[in-house]
């Protein structure tokens, strides 16, 4: 259902933007203050490079926020992989111990065995 209703909004959007283009395709002078130049661009123009750049810059303050809790992501696996390889190798010894157990009760009944005949 989120897709949809993200599909609708976006379709919604870029029905927008090229209304907005269509009807606004007169130049206009584009000039940024401490600089001598100056272009001509359409209006719309004008307005999707700022859509852009609104969309660049607030995906950078995003991924910059986020970035904490990336990084905790990132140690809690690497602890997770850890506590695991510790949990297989206290198995190995387990095992290994439970073998060791078997092999001498093994040769403990042989050794039995053969004394008592």
């Known amino acids: 259902m989120l897709k949809i209703i993200r599909l609708l909004l976006a379709v ?16 206009v002078d584009v000039s940024f203050w401490p600089t001598p130049f100056v272009t001509d661009m359409p209006l719309w ?5 700022g859509l852009l750049v609104g969309v660049l810059v607030g995906g950078v303050a995003s991924w910059l926020a986020g970035w ?4 905790e ?9 850890a ?6 190798l206290r198995r190995e010894e387990q095992a290994r111990a439970e073998a060791q157990e ?16």
Do not use: C, D, W
């Not at 919604?12 to 130049?27: C, M, T």
């Not at 992501?73 to 992989?81: D, E, H, I, N, S």
């Open 12 to 27: 919604a959007a870029a029905v927008a933007i090229i209304l907005f283009a269509v009807a606004n395709r007169q130049p």
């Open 45 to 49: 123009g004008v307005f999707v490079i």
């Open 68 to 71: 904490k809790s990336r990084r």
């Open 73 to 81: 992501g990132r140690q809690a696996r690497r602890r997770v992989v």
């Open 83 to 88: 506590l695991e390889a510790r949990e297989q």
């Open 102 to 117: 078997v092999r001498q009760r093994r040769e403990r009944s042989t050794a039995l065995a053969h004394t008592g005949s």
